[in-house]
């Protein structure tokens, strides 16, 4: 798989709680850094592991186990999609 | 203090080309006040945003018989609220559609009534599916994100499977599916407008298999009808924790419907700040976090799922808004909920003496 956000999902950032936020069609998603990470990544490009090498090395820890349940949460929720 | 809220619903007025039966406005439309001005509503938005507001729905009524819609949209677009028109369709002619979207507009939502034009015009008491249909065309070429919405009832529920068909053939990216809550007209209208239990299940299983047929094309929202729910919905995610209700008047309420909560003073913008209303004002105070509850919901282990369920209906159906939404099988007055059907004839939503815009 080869994420992207939902075509009418776009991040913003909130001056007032000073987090990035997801926002969609009657919804906002409060993201925290990680998350906001994460979604820069999703181009359509990158697959699943792809991005999750990149944080892995950006870290010096394996995270491909949280960035896939991260992604997999957000597919459900139909805001990330296959690219 | 309590955290920020994420939603504004903007009632822009009450005033409406259609006469949905299932309205959640109040049903003496006549006693509503002046509406807002257009600087009133431009410094609720930066309240609003200030506050933490991120997601912006501007309703009504029809909020396109506002003249100043555009300039009210890019008031709220320069201070960076996620805004949504929640409109008929009537009204949004090319040449407004374009300048919506000039104004940072980025969601339309246009309400359909039926799949077939007859039924339809018999609910909104008008003509009007031609001018939706167009108005569906014009979101769609100027690359607005489009949801359609549809407030089922026994007159349509048995449709539901050509409704989607509609919704996806004018491209919505979502549809909402939503049966009538009873406030306002549509409590007045319930023993017409309540569906059976048969049409019910009939039009599950046709909403699972769209979700699935539509996935990655377009969203589907089914909201099942609460009274024939065992435990209650989590209204508006808690009263007074997410989500703000500013109507035509300037008065602010928890919830669209709460003005029908006769024991509660609302305060309005014209008076007082957004800030100072949603932090201190009795009304917002009243049924915030779990203080307020009785029992059966005190001691109950769903109280943080459904927060009690709604006040209004609460109030509406039991006299006091600190009661167990009736809804609830636990709740000593569940017996109230009525779910008996007649054969009766609508009563039109009309606004007797109607007001003007400011």
Not at chain 1, 36 to 59: F, H, M, N, P, W
């Amino acid at each position: 798989m080869k994420p992207r956000l939902w075509r009418l999902a776009r991040v913003d950032y909130d001056p007032v709680r000073q987090r990035p936020v997801l926002l969609y069609p009657e919804g906002a998603m409060l993201l925290n850094e990680t998350g906001a990470e994460i979604l820069a990544l999703c181009d359509g490009q990158r697959t699943v592991d792809d991005i999750a090498a990149v944080l892995s090395a950006k870290y010096g820890a394996d995270v491909t186990k949280d960035v896939a349940e991260y992604l997999s949460a957000l597919v459900e929720r139909e805001l990330v999609v296959d690219a | 203090m309590p955290k920020p809220p994420t939603t504004l619903l903007a009632e822009l007025t009450y005033r409406c080309p259609l006469h949905c039966p299932y309205c959640s406005n109040p049903v003496d439309l006549a006693r509503a006040a002046a509406e807002l001005s257009t600087d009133d509503w431009k410094r609720v938005f930066s309240e609003a945003r200030a506050l933490g507001v991120l997601q912006l729905g501007l309703s009504g009524g029809e909020p396109m018989l506002r003249k100043d819609l555009e300039e009210i949209v890019e008031h709220a677009h320069r201070v960076g609220l996620y805004s949504t028109l929640v409109t008929s369709g009537l009204g949004l002619t090319p040449p407004r559609a374009s300048r919506l979207r000039d104004a940072g507009l980025e969601h339309v939502q246009i309400s359909f009534q039926d799949s077939d034009p007859g039924v339809a015009e018999h609910i909104a008491g008008i003509k009007s599916v031609d001018k939706k249909r167009t108005a569906a065309a014009l979101v769609k070429d100027l690359g607005f994100a489009f949801t359609v919405n549809v407030v089922l009832h026994r007159a349509n529920l048995d449709h539901i499977g050509e409704i989607i068909e509609l919704a996806a053939s004018l491209g919505a990216d979502r549809l909402e599916l939503a049966n009538t809550q009873y406030y306002g007209w549509a409590y007045e209208n319930r023993a017409a407008l309540i569906p059976t239990k048969e049409q019910l299940d009939a039009a599950e299983p046709i909403v699972d298999a769209a979700v699935r047929t539509y996935r990655g094309r377009m969203q589907i929202v089914y909201v099942l009808p609460d009274y024939y729910q065992q435990y209650p919905k989590p209204c508006m995610g808690g009263w007074g924790n997410v989500y703000i209700v500013v109507a035509p008047d300037g008065r602010v309420l928890p919830c669209q419907a709460a003005w029908q909560i006769e024991s509660l003073a609302f305060d309005t913008v014209r008076e007082k700040s957004l800030h100072w209303i949603w932090e201190e004002s009795e009304a917002f105070r009243a049924f915030r976090g779990d203080e307020w509850m009785r029992e059966p919901c005190r001691s109950c282990e769903r109280k943080h799922l459904d927060f009690g369920g709604c006040r209004c209906q609460a109030f509406q159906l039991t006299g006091d808004a600190r009661n167990a939404d009736p809804v609830c099988i636990k709740s000593p007055q569940h017996h109230v909920i009525d779910l008996s059907a007649a054969d009766v004839p609508y009563r039109y939503r009309v606004i007797e003496n109607e007001v003007a815009s400011t």
